[in-house]
């Protein structure tokens, strides 16, 4: 049994289309550029601008071509460069938190010392970078990609597999399909570890403010949470669960609409410490005071955590190495080794300081 492509010379139309005529070729044979082009109708210099990620093709055209690489599951073959070379591309679906800086400064200790440059790119908020951001990294061809708290469709996928250009993802913002490299941190063990504190200490009513429901991690810390409870027989209350936005302002509006409550939390364990100086906030607006009138457990252990008033009990994740881990599998990959593991957590760690006690 064979397959057929087009060969010949084409001449190239107005709309970068061309014609030419069919004839069989060897199973399992290498599909190439010339391939890509004569079954997609279009020349070999317009598949090269698609692979290169240039702006100047119809955007029918580079649907076409793109459909064609994915469907054939074509690779471009990564030329070897030197470890001075390339450049990492890092990806934040928000970058204005000082979490953000903790990513960076990890990924920076891995690349600095390879000698390689880190660019920074923001999403404004969304999880899913859009294609014109997709086709301009294509364009610069970098060593690889780092996803922190993003995700990518299956074509996008396919598009950043065909050019041989890696990526990992850092603290995944949804479950990734199998073959996808993620690291991340122990988040249900996290969520566990905050309330079994504040159940130690006497507290049963206690409030959370999480992230984001459609965001893994915020999930797995509430399910922590929930196990917790479901450990000490203390029945799970749906009305003491709010979806915050892990920033101060999320934790204020949830805080207050919690600490308000005629059976008002005793404890409330915010899943992000921006969101706990949020509930903090909220709490000294509202009178009380912390730890004696309510206990506040936070998520991350920023640096900020230390300077606070009272000082924050908060849940360690390990920012730093989460980012350093993710740049050296990155470069393992884009170096052509095949990592020991795909799918990397770390462990967390409760940190306790003054922002818990027994309650009154």
């Known amino acids: ?73 074509y690779r471009r073959r990564r030329a070897s460069s030197g470890a001075g ?54 364009a610069r061809r970098p060593r690889g990609v780092i996803f922190v708290q993003s995700e990518l469709d299956p074509a996008q996928h396919a598009q950043l597999a065909s050019r041989s250009i890696p990526f990992v993802i850092v603290d995944t913002a949804g479950e990734q399909p199998a073959g996808v ?37 915020s999930r797995a810390r ?48 915010a899943g992000a410490d921006f969101q706990a100086l949020g509930v903090i906030r909220a709490a000294r607006e509202l009178g009380l005071s912390i730890p004696e009138d309510v206990s506040i457990v936070g998520y991350d252990d920023l640096p900020v955590t230390e300077w606070v008033q009272p000082g924050l009990t908060t849940v360690k994740q390990p920012l730093q190495e989460m980012a350093a881990t993710a740049a050296r599998m990155l470069l393992e990959i884009a170096g052509g080794q095949k990592p020991a593991n795909l799918r990397i957590d770390l462990a967390t760690e409760l940190v306790v300081r003054s922002s818990t006690t027994a309650p009154r």
């Open 1 to 73: 049994m064979s397959t057929t492509r087009r060969v010949g010379g084409p001449a190239e139309t107005t709309d970068g289309t061309t014609q030419s005529a069919a004839v069989p070729t060897a199973p399992g044979q290498a599909m190439t550029i010339a391939d890509i082009a004569v079954e997609a109708g279009v020349s070999v210099p317009t598949v090269s601008k698609v692979l290169n990620g240039r702006a100047d093709v119809a955007a029918t055209t580079r649907a076409r071509v793109e459909e064609v690489i994915e469907r054939h599951g």
């Open 181 to 217: 490299p993620v690291v991340g941190s122990q988040n249900w063990s996290g969520g566990l570890a905050a309330t079994r504190h504040l159940l130690s200490l006497g507290h049963r009513r206690i409030g959370v403010v999480s992230g984001p429901r459609d965001v893994l991690c």
């Open 85 to 138: 070379s390339g450049l990492i591309e890092l990806v934040f679906h928000e970058l204005d938190s000082p979490w953000a800086l903790q990513i960076i400064k990890g990924v920076e200790s891995v690349a600095g010392g390879a000698r390689i440059g880190v660019v920074l790119s923001e999403l404004g908020g969304e999880h899913r970078p859009p294609q014109e951001w997709l086709d301009d990294v294509l």
């Open 222 to 269: 509430v399910d922590g949470y929930r196990s917790a409870l479901d450990e000490a027989g203390i029945a799970f209350d749906a009305d003491l669960v709010r979806w915050g936005n892990f920033f101060v302002d999320g934790g204020y509006a949830h805080g207050r609409a919690l600490l308000s409550r005629e059976d008002r939390p005793t404890a409330i364990f």
